[in-house]
């Protein structure tokens, strides 16, 4: 498994971006959204809508979701 981030491919709301992530992290991602019943599509877009673009990219944002999303689930 690389440390390294690679590109993906996304559609937000009918534009193509991309966003570079490690592989761990972009698994994680497509794990929480299976979990949430949602395509990656759908929830990329929920966090890029979100987000505050003054604290960084899409990654960056991925990132802070999937790091707050098992928080929450630790706290109960």
């Known amino acids: 498994m690389s440390l390294k981030p690679k590109k993906r491919s996304l559609t937000l709301r009918g534009h193509r971006t991309s966003v570079s992530i490690e592989d761990r992290f ?8 299976d979990e949430r019943g949602l395509a990656i ?5 929920e966090i890029d809508e ?11 944002a991925f990132r802070d979701y999937i790091l707050r999303y098992y928080q929450n689930r630790a706290d109960g």
């Open 41 to 45: 599509n759908e929830l990329a877009a």
């Open 50 to 60: 979100n987000r505050d673009p003054m604290d960084g990219g899409l990654a960056s």
């Open 26 to 33: 972009w698994r994680t991602f497509c794990e929480i959204a």
